[in-house]
C-alpha cells in the first residue's frame, strides 16, 4: 500500500503556489514537487535499513528558480544539447533559446523544470500533466506531457508520455543528483556500466563520433570508483565524467543500463531504461548552487543519471534516429530505478 500524503504548499515568487506530496510504500518514500516534476527528497534503506535521502535538492521555490543545475527536475522539452539552437522539421527551420555556449540545453531558459505542472494521485504513486503552448523556448507545436512516478516494492518506475501537434523533437530525462550516503561527496561510490559505446564530444558538449568504451578510461564494464574519473586525461576538458553512453539498439522495452552502489552505506541504485542513451554527469560545476538548510552544495556531491534521446538527435540522426516525434505519435520514456542493500 502506497500512502499519500500533502504537504504544506510553498509560494512562487512568479506568483501561485507549488504543491508538495509525500508518497511512501514502507521501503521507499519520495517527495515530489509540482514545480519542474521535481523530485526533491528519495529515502531508501541503507545496510541497516535506516532510511536515509539520496538525492540533493532545496528548501524554497525561490532556491530552485536561483540555481540552473535542474535540480530532480524533469528535463525537457528536449533533454541534454541541441546545436546552435537549431534543427530543420517538414521544411521549416527552427530557432530555440539559446542557454549554454551556443546550444540550447534542456529545453531552454524557461524549460519544464522551471514550469507549474499540475499534480494529481495514483493509487500506486502520483502523476504530474504539462502542457507547453506552440513556441515555447521555439519549439514548435502544443506538447501535452504526462509524467508518473510509481512506487513498487523497492523500485521507482518514472514514465513519460508526450506528443505534439507539430513536429517536434522530444526527449525527457529525470535530472536527479544521487548521492546514496548523504554527504558532501559522491567519490568514493563506484558505478558500473553495461553499455561499451558512447559520444565524442567537441568543446561545447555536441556529439561528433560513436566511440567505442572497451578498453578505456571509460569502459565501467566493471565498476570503477568516481574518484578515479578526476584527474584523468579523458575527463580533464570536462572536470569530472559528463559522458553519453549508447545503448545496444533493441524492441521498445527496459534494457539494464548500470549500477551505481556505495560501500559506506551499502546502498545501491540499478538503472533500467527504454531510452537509447544516458548522460552520466558527476556534478563537475555544481559547486555554489545553493541547497537545503541554505548550505551550497560541492562540486562532485552527486552523480546524475539520465536516460533520454541521443543528444543533438534532430541534427544526427545517423546516431540513433532523429529524435522527432509527429502528430499522432507518442514519446514514450519509461525507467525503473532499483534499490538494494547489502546484507
Not at 542557454?99 to 519544464?112: P, T
Not at 565501467?220 to 578526476?230: E, V
Not at 559522458?243 to 541504485?269: A, I
Request: hydrophobic share 35%.
Amino acid at each position: 500500500m502506497v500512502r499519500f500524503r500533502p504537504l504544506d504548499p510553498w509560494i512562487d515568487p512568479r506568483g501561485g503556489q507549488i504543491e508538495r506530496v509525500r508518497i511512501d510504500n514502507g521501503t521507499i518514500a519520495l517527495e515530489v514537487l509540482s514545480l519542474g516534476g521535481i523530485i526533491r527528497s528519495l529515502w531508501t534503506p541503507d545496510r541497516d535499513g535506516e532510511r536515509g535521502n539520496i538525492v540533493l535538492g532545496c528548501d524554497s521555490v525561490s532556491d530552485y528558480l536561483a540555481q540552473d543545475a535542474h535540480l530532480g527536475a524533469i528535463a525537457g522539452r528536449y533533454a541534454n544539447r541541441i546545436a546552435n539552437g537549431q534543427f530543420s522539421a517538414d521544411g521549416q527551420r527552427y530557432q530555440l533559446d539559446i542557454n549554454q555556449d551556443s546550444n540550447c540545453l534542456h529545453g531552454g531558459k524557461e524549460g519544464f523544470s522551471r514550469k507549474h505542472w499540475h499534480l494529481g494521485q495514483l493509487p500506486d504513486g502520483v502523476r504530474l500533466s504539462l502542457v507547453s503552448a506552440d513556441g515555447d523556448m521555439g519549439f514548435p507545436g502544443k506538447c501535452t506531457v504526462q509524467l508518473d512516478y510509481r512506487l513498487v516494492g523497492n523500485n521507482l518506475y518514472v514514465e513519460m508520455l508526450a506528443s505534439t501537434d507539430k513536429t517536434c523533437p522530444i526527449s525527457l530525462t529525470q535530472h536527479s543528483y544521487f548521492n546514496l550516503d548523504g554527504s558532501s561527496s559522491s567519490l568514493q561510490h563506484a558505478l558500473q556500466v553495461d553499455a561499451t559505446q558512447y559520444l565524442a564530444m567537441n568543446d561545447v558538449g555536441v556529439p561528433t563520433q560513436i566511440c567505442d568504451s572497451r578498453n578505456t578510461a571509460l569502459d565501467l564494464q566493471q565498476a570503477k570508483p568516481l574518484q578515479s574519473f578526476i584527474g584523468a586525461e579523458e575527463f580533464t576538458a570536462t572536470s569530472g565524467i559528463d559522458h553519453c553512453y549508447l545503448l545496444p539498439k533493441t524492441e521498445p522495452q527496459l534494457q539494464r543500463f548500470g549500477r551505481l552502489s556505495s560501500t559506506v552505506s551499502g546502498r545501491g541504485m540499478t538503472l533500467y531504461t527504454n531510452q537509447p542513451s544516458v548522460q552520466v554527469y558527476g556534478a563537475n560545476c555544481l559547486q555554489g548552487t545553493i541547497g537545503k538548510n541554505q548550505q551550497p552544495l560541492a562540486q562532485y556531491q552527486g552523480l546524475c543519471i539520465e536516460p533520454q534521446q541521443v543528444p543533438d538527435a534532430p541534427n544526427q540522426a545517423k546516431i540513433a534516429g532523429d529524435g522527432l516525434i509527429r502528430p499522432g505519435e507518442i514519446y514514450h520514456h519509461i525507467s525503473r530505478y532499483q534499490f538494494d542493500r547489502d546484507a
